[in-house]
């Protein structure tokens, strides 16, 4: 766990193969992905508690604060290693959802796939309006993004933690068979799917932020890690 806290995961590995081999050959991954989860959220409670403290200096509190939140998103990490698990983030324009994915992305370690990137690919900006989004650029944009998307639930195309296949992908999502079709990459690669959705709500300053499971066996607890995860992200989003 401390190697994954300062970004040597190929420490950690090397570490804890070692340990597997010499020790417990049998050990689950899950049991020890437990184990790492709880010591990076006791030692990330720790951290907490310093940023917290009156007595503390300021330099020692922000130091203290950067330590926490890299210990739990660690923890969120592990709890997420070894399950497949697709993000989809919707929403209008303007929304937000591009930047709470893109933050969302860089503090799990996984990859944020979004269509205003790929539509970049297939049609430069500059292009007429009409060309650019045309339908069938459209549906090239979104079937490019559920190709990439399953490459990496199916661990062909690694993230950075190779024990982690999440991906986020960024669209608008505005049709029900985009939707269909996200659900669909989920289920042809064994993942958990999981909506989130910002809307834009009349006389309100900020959007809304809603998750939903986009497939029923979608775990409780995973989608209450996720919540808690997004919660301060996207209360601290800009605008």
């Not at 508690?49 to 922000?62: E, L, N, P, R």
């Not at 834009?200 to 995973?222: D, F, K, R």
């Amino acid at each position: 766990m401390d190697l994954d806290s300062r970004d040597r995961p190929d420490l950690s590995r090397a570490f804890l193969d070692r340990y597997r081999e010499r020790c417990d050959p049998h050990l689950p991954h899950k049991l020890l992905n437990f184990y790492l989860g709880y010591r990076a959220f006791v030692k990330a409670k720790v951290q907490a508690w310093i940023a917290a403290d009156k007595t503390v200096s300021s330099t020692q509190k922000q130091f203290a604060a950067k330590q926490s939140r890299g210990l739990f998103d660690l923890a969120v990490r592990y709890a997420l290693r070894r399950q497949a698990l697709l993000l989809v983030f919707c929403g209008v324009s303007g929304s937000g959802k591009s930047t709470l994915a893109g933050e969302l992305s860089r503090r799990l370690h996984c990859r944020h796939i979004a269509t205003d990137l790929v539509r970049d690919e297939i049609v430069p900006r500059g292009t007429p309006p009409e060309e650019r989004y045309a339908p069938a650029v459209s549906a090239r944009v979104y079937e490019t993004l559920y190709s990439r998307a399953a490459e990496v639930l199916s661990g062909k195309i690694e993230n950075h933690d190779p024990e982690l296949r999440a991906v986020i992908l960024d669209g608008t999502f505005t049709s029900a068979f985009s939707r269909r079709s996200a659900v669909q990459t989920a289920q042809q690669n064994g993942a958990h799917a999981l909506l989130v959705c910002l809307a834009v709500l009349p006389g309100q300053p900020l959007a809304g932020l809603y998750l939903a499971g986009l497939l029923p066996e979608v775990h409780a607890g995973l989608a209450l890690v996720l919540a808690l995860l997004l919660a301060p992200l996207w209360c601290a989003a800009p605008g």
